[in-house]
């Protein structure tokens, strides 16, 4: 079992730009969250999907978005992109009481 | 609502000397606890864990014991390696029905020296 993989590793993106990070859950997880980690702090809960719907909403802004595939892997997107969004952003795939992340896609905007 | 504090780093330690990096938390009912760890350049790794008051989680050589009263959940190791060097974060989950909904603490950088 390849666990919870993410794609890119690593992307370099214009401030403005739109940017979309993957993830595909680990086998047989139905629910799958994202988080940003800032540089030096703790990952912040984005938001959440489970059944191809947004579940749960971290205090993000619009500009963040996301979906969830029928095979559960997901998608992020982020768009007008700032500076600011720098940050590693986290997957993390669960069911039931088991939960397991990514290794994460490190954004830079420029 | 729920929150999680830990002490800032980075904790600077020797070979074999004893580890505590505190850690306690706010929350509304009765929350799971959590400590991952993160190794440069790595995602986040599920070090221990407990989902209710006074039990203890465990995995290699670490310990951490769910304090209700005092709302703690501090880890400890015995005697740290150089391989131990990583960012250790506390966690919580408020709602066992919301399980991947995390709130971390800002992490705890752990440098052992030889």
């Known amino acids: 079992d390849a666990g919870v993989t993410q794609s890119p590793t690593h992307l370099i993106k214009t401030r403005g730009q739109q940017v979309t990070l993957r993830c595909s859950p680990k086998?047989?997880?139905?629910?799958v969250s994202w988080y940003q980690q800032a540089l030096g702090q703790g990952p912040q809960f984005i938001f959440q999907y489970y059944e191809e719907e947004e579940r749960q909403r971290g205090n993000f802004p619009d500009r963040f978005s996301g979906h969830q595939f029928p095979n559960y892997s997901s998608e992020l997107n982020v768009n007008a992109l700032l500076l600011g969004d720098s940050a590693l952003y986290l997957c993390?795939?669960?069911?039931?009481?088991?939960?397991?992340f990514g290794q994460g896609t490190r954004l830079t905007v420029v | 609502g729920d929150s999680v504090t830990q002490m800032e780093g980075p904790v600077t330690l020797s070979e074999e000397a004893f580890l505590t990096i505190n850690c306690t938390y706010t929350a509304t009912g009765y929350p799971s606890l959590f400590w991952y760890v993160q190794y440069p350049g790595e995602g986040l790794q599920l070090l221990l864990k407990a989902t209710k008051a006074d039990d203890k989680g465990s995995n290699k050589g670490f310990e951490a014991t769910y304090r209700k009263e005092t709302t703690s959940f501090h880890l400890e190791k015995g005697s740290v390696q150089v391989s131990d060097s990583a960012v250790y974060f506390c966690?919580?989950?408020?709602?066992?029905?919301?399980?991947?909904?995390?709130?971390f603490g800002s992490g705890t950088k752990l440098n052992v020296k030889p």
């Open positions: 993390a795939s669960s069911l039931d009481d088991e939960a397991f």
């Open positions: 086998s047989g997880h139905d629910t």
């Open positions: 966690a919580l989950i408020g709602d066992l029905y919301n399980f991947n909904k995390f709130y």
